[in-house]
């Protein structure tokens, strides 16, 4: 019994280290999930596990590996090799980081970032229920990171006229604000067809959770 509260107590402190030691809401999430991708390639469920591993940087290189051969971008590749390197640092583990990154490869653009134009976002609103029509005009015109979107909360939602005046990353050093068009804001209406007693109620709810957006 007194070994398995030992291991709960170190699961904590572990998680404590990587997770609290986080500022913004959107990259709590991120690291999060690319943590849990890194403990399903190591065959492991317990962040604590990862202290574990005898040559740490040599499995980090085979993740990298992995990761390459499944065709993914180097800056793809980055963002998720950053959850690791966070996870170790906090939980007093030096890696050689220079060296791991010199298995990332050469620097590559997988895709040419371009504006959908009038016709792909129609087709996407024809088959899109009043939910997914609010995210899809909200990116379309706030410009806004999808990441953002998971993390947005009514109360962040101002009216004004037949716009939406939109705070993103309320309370942070990363807070702005953008506006969104009529038609957006007609949706969003929709979406809101609510009492104002019910609004006042919900106002501290998040719009669209992480699943949402996912799916």
């Known amino acids: 019994m007194a070994v398995i509260e030992q291991q709960e107590d170190k699961e904590q402190e572990v998680y404590f280290n990587f997770m609290n030691s986080l500022k913004a809401r959107a990259t709590k999430e991120s690291y999060n999930t690319n943590i849990k991708l890194y403990l399903k390639f190591c065959g492991l469920t317990k962040l604590s596990e990862l202290l574990t591993i005898q040559e740490p940087q040599k499995q980090i290189i085979k993740y990298i590996m992995s990761l390459r051969e499944k065709g993914l971008a180097t800056s793809s590749i980055s963002t998720m090799l950053n959850a690791i390197y966070h996870f170790?640092?906090?939980?007093?583990?030096?890696?050689?980081?220079?060296?791991?990154?010199?298995?990332?490869?050469?620097?590559?653009?997988?895709?040419?970032?371009?504006?959908?134009?009038?016709?792909?976002?129609?087709?996407?609103?024809?088959?899109?229920?009043?939910?997914?029509k609010c995210i899809i005009l909200l990116m379309a015109s706030?410009?806004?990171?999808?990441?953002?979107?998971?993390?947005?909360?009514?109360?962040?939602?101002?009216?004004?006229?037949?716009?939406?005046?939109?705070?993103?990353?309320?309370?942070?050093?990363?807070?702005?604000?953008?506006?969104?068009?009529?038609?957006?804001?007609?949706?969003?209406?929709?979406?809101?067809?609510?009492?104002?007693?019910?609004?006042?109620k919900i106002n501290r709810s998040i719009i669209f959770n992480s699943r949402t957006v996912q799916h």
């Not at 030096?94 to 990154?101: A, E, G, S, T």
């Open 88 to 132: 170790y640092q906090m939980n007093d583990l030096v890696l050689n980081i220079k060296k791991i990154n010199s298995f990332i490869g050469e620097s590559t653009l997988k895709t040419v970032d371009r504006a959908y134009n009038y016709n792909e976002i129609q087709n996407l609103l024809n088959v899109s229920d009043l939910r997914w």
């Open 142 to 200: 706030s410009g806004c990171r999808i990441g953002a979107i998971t993390q947005l909360r009514l109360r962040e939602l101002e009216k004004i006229e037949s716009c939406y005046k939109i705070t993103f990353y309320q309370g942070t050093n990363e807070q702005y604000y953008t506006f969104c068009t009529p038609e957006c804001a007609s949706f969003f209406c929709l979406l809101f067809g609510i009492s104002n007693e019910t609004r006042r």
